[in-house]
């Protein structure tokens, strides 16, 4: 069954800026699923600037030598230019590939809250393949700023990995 995976503290207080993944324990990790043989699966990385490198230390580890890893980063994009084109960019994909997700960093710094209605897609892609949702993740010594990540995570959240109305 796909779905969407949330990962990240989700504490208002957590100073960390690296988000730290949550094992869903309902679902096999990515590295546990089968595949035909000679059939590469796909990782697709969608992320504003705060995903650099991300890619690299994906690529470090030995489990991912039999994925096609394509990154799109976009410089000062807010979440909802991160994943705009979710869906064409996943034409093809299946249960053995996974979208990774990582944004809403310029949300918050810009103070603008997140257009859920312009989210749906990600919903939409998860029906035919994994979704990782990376939280936003949260900025050292800046406690109102983490204030309002905390409330654009939660608003995600309940909005678009849970499909509620506000």
Do not use: W
Not at 78 to 104: A, K, M, R, S, Y
Not at 121 to 126: D, G, H, L
């Amino acid at each position: 069954m796909n779905g969407i995976i949330p990962t990240g503290s989700g504490q208002e207080n957590d100073s960390n800026s690296n988000p730290q993944a949550i094992v869903n324990k309902t679902k096999t990790s990515l590295v546990e699923q089968a595949s035909p043989p000679g059939i590469k699966r796909r990782i697709l990385i969608v992320a504003d600037s705060h995903g650099r490198g991300f890619t690299e230390e994906l690529r470090e580890m030995d489990s991912i030598r039999n994925y096609n890893v394509l990154t799109i980063f976009k410089p000062n994009a807010c979440i909802e230019n991160v994943v705009e084109n979710l869906v064409p960019l996943t034409e093809g994909f299946n249960n053995d590939d996974c979208v990774i997700i990582l944004g809403g960093t310029n949300n918050a710094l810009r103070g603008r809250g997140v257009n859920v209605n312009k989210l749906s897609m990600i919903k939409t892609v998860s029906h035919y393949t994994n979704v990782i949702f990376i939280s936003t993740p949260y900025c050292p010594n800046r406690v109102v700023l983490n204030k309002f990540i905390y409330d654009l995570n939660m608003d995600i959240y309940d909005n678009v990995i849970h499909g509620s109305s506000p």
